[in-house]
């Protein structure tokens, strides 16, 4: 995958999308043995409690546009989140099949392990906290330490913690300013807008839950960007949803990626190991 058709799959997708294409190169030896290191950050809490009116009656769009503000800016309410994610990722010229397990401390950590061949086969392994990014890269056997702020020297976009977090809790990725609301279909669509990015949420109303998250850059030709969340199931009473699927466009050249959320555990108690074996190579950059 090359710069430009990654940068919204990047931000969407992050954490294991870039894996995926470290496992297009060959694989290399097996690796060293490792000596952990484990991460502790302070738990924080966010609480939002918000249900917006579901009945289907049409209203004006300011007045559904009010109506619908704590429903966009609702997130989901946890200290920590792990799981599970199987992941099947295509590109026009690869394809590809891996594990992602992950642990996130909200707003604070996120650790990403990712495997293939039924975990046997290691690809890399990342952690990111509010300012760092350190990944290792086991298919090259290289490590990458960054500043967060940096991170789009290895990466083809600036992403925050909390925009890679909402990758996996399912919410919705670019926290944008509200601009109008329309209601069609027993749906909830609110319109968004950033400096960078128009962000189209859709939510179903029968019971709030997000649907669609269309993200489009503001810049003319930019690649466009669609996740669909599916399969909601209640996790420790949390919707959470098990099943997405991501489908962007660069030009003429479009990827897929279809995600499902196994083991899913919330508030548990949780560590970040992070290692560097020896005889990896720390690339400058």
């Known amino acids: ?17 870039f894996s995926s294409c470290i496992l297009q190169k060959k694989a290399g030896k097996k690796n060293k043995k490792e000596q952990a290191v484990t991460t502790t950050v302070r738990d ?11 009945t289907p009656t049409v209203r004006p769009d300011a007045e559904l546009l009010t109506m619908l503000l704590p429903l966009q800016s609702k997130r989901m309410d946890y200290r920590t989140f792990s799981g599970k994610a199987k992941v099947s990722f295509q590109s026009p010229d690869k394809s590809a099949d891996f594990s992602a397990n992950f642990r996130l401390k909200k707003d604070s950590v996120m650790w990403v392990n990712v495997t293939a061949l039924g975990g046997l086969y290691p690809v890399a392994r990342m952690l990111m906290t509010r300012d760092s990014f350190f990944m290792v890269n086991h298919i090259e056997k290289e490590v990458t330490l960054l500043p967060l702020t ?9 992403v925050t913690l909390p925009q890679l977090q909402h990758v996996l809790t399912g919410d919705p990725i670019v926290d944008a300013t509200p601009m109008s609301a329309e209601q069609k279909d ?14 189209q949420l859709s939510y179903r109303m029968a019971d ?3 649907m669609t998250c269309d993200l489009q850059p503001l810049q003319a ?3 466009h960007a669609l996740l669909v969340y599916a399969a909601y199931a209640m996790v420790s009473d949390r919707r959470l949803s098990t ?3 991501v489908d962007v466009q660069n030009g003429l050249k479009n990827y897929h990626l279809e995600m499902s959320i196994t ?3 919330f508030d548990k108690a949780l560590d970040y190991p992070f290692s560097i074996p020896k005889n990896y190579t720390i690339k400058a950059h």
């Open 208 to 210: 709030s839950t997000l």
């Open 186 to 199: 027993a749906m909830w669509t609110i319109h968004m807008l950033d400096a960078t990015y128009m962000q």
């Open 243 to 245: 099943e997405r699927t």
């Open 221 to 223: 030709g930019g690649p």
């Open 1 to 17: 995958m090359n710069k430009i058709g990654s940068y919204i799959v990047a931000l969407v997708a992050l954490p294991v999308l």
């Open 44 to 54: 924080t809490i966010q609480t939002v409690q918000a249900t917006p009116d579901t």
């Open 263 to 265: 083991n899913p555990e």
């Open 150 to 158: 940096d991170v789009s020297k290895v990466l083809p976009v600036s």
